[in-house]
């Protein structure tokens, strides 16, 4: 029987699981950061095209309006 405590595999095993872990972790925490990023911009992207389409149309409506061209 073998003991918890002593290790089968030899320090170029961890290395390499190592690794391969921190390679998980990179890409998960990318995808994570990913995700969160389209969340905000779904939650905020009809207020801001809401907000960006009023400020256009007072850049156009106004000086027309001003200028009494309509």
Known sequence: M???G??????I???AINKMMDSIRYKAQILA???KLESGIM???I???AI??????LLILVPV???GLI
């Open 2 to 4: 073998t003991e918890e």
């Open 6 to 11: 002593t290790q089968t595999a030899g320090p």
């Open 13 to 15: 095993r961890m290395t």
């Open 33 to 35: 950061r990913t995700n």
């Open 43 to 45: 939650a905020t992207g």
């Open 47 to 49: 207020l801001g095209f």
């Open 52 to 57: 960006g389409l009023i400020i256009v149309m």
């Open 65 to 67: 309006i001003a200028l």
